[in-house]
């Protein structure tokens, strides 16, 4: 089974300012990485996959990069709404899916 | 629209069984592989199970294999999760989610609103 592991678990930003996601696989997924946003209460939204593909109505501040082992997920211009929890999961190696623990992105 | 509803969940006891659905909207479900996702409180996600689109493979989580199971009603457009054996530790929030129309895509959209499943006496 791939470990996916996020840093860090949580992360405080400025409303405006930039936040850098880290997602790391125990061994190497290629591209086979998605991220997702969830908000208190609600399920999980896709925002890219094949590591670095927004998902449709995805606004372009929203970037992923990476590949092999190593991926981040970059979201410039932080708006309120952006505050929420992250997750990334990998679909190469599978069954199982597997995902990260999530980073928490907070206001400073 | 696109859309997914999940249902069933509740209050059950340990050792009970829970029948939750998926009923899907807006696309023909039995077009597309199928996933079961839970989240515990507080907690992340966990990959529960999948349903190939075609009737061919299905999979299960180390963690529920031999007491969940997956089914398809096609004439409904409805998922279901059958889960039988339950323990305190299955309680989560349960959602079912789609992946996309690309063969073995692997990335889930759309999920679920969810459905809250508490396993306790």
């Known amino acids: 089974e791939i470990v996916m592991t996020q840093s860090p678990a949580t992360l405080s930003v400025s409303p405006g300012e930039r936040a850098t996601l880290s997602c790391r696989a125990s061994?190497?997924?290629?591209?086979?990485l998605a991220w997702y946003q969830q908000k208190p209460g609600q399920a999980p939204r896709l925002l890219i996959y094949?590591?670095?593909t927004r998902a449709t109505g995805i606004p372009a501040r929203f970037s992923g990069s990476g590949s092999g082992t190593e991926f981040t997920l970059t979201i410039i211009s932080l708006q309120s709404e952006d505050f929420a929890v992250y997750y990334c999961?990998?679909?190469?190696?599978?069954?199982?899916?597997?995902f990260g623990q999530g980073t928490k992105l907070e206001i400073k | 629209e696109v859309q997914l509803v999940e249902s069933g969940g509740g209050l059950v006891q340990p050792g009970g069984s829970l029948r939750l659905s998926c009923a899907a909207s807006?696309?023909?479900?039995?077009?597309?592989?199928m996933n079961w996702v839970r989240q515990a409180p507080g907690k992340g996600l966990e990959w529960l199970s999948y349903?190939?689109?075609?009737?061919?493979?299905?999979y299960y989580a180390d963690s529920v294999k031999g007491r969940f199971t997956i089914s398809r009603d096609n004439a409904k457009n409805s998922l279901y999760l059958q889960m039988n054996s339950l323990r305190a530790e299955d309680t989560a929030v349960y959602y079912c989610?789609?992946?996309?129309?690309?063969?073995?895509?692997?990335?889930?959209?759309?999920w679920g609103q969810g459905t809250l499943v508490t396993v306790s006496s």
């Open positions: 989610a789609s992946e996309a129309p690309i063969s073995g895509s692997g990335w889930f959209d759309p």
């Open positions: 807006g696309f023909t479900l039995s077009s597309y592989e």
């Open positions: 349903m190939d689109s075609g009737g061919g493979p299905i």
């Open positions: 061994q190497s997924v290629s591209s086979n």
């Open positions: 094949g590591a670095s």
């Open positions: 999961q990998q679909y190469n190696n599978w069954p199982p899916y597997t």
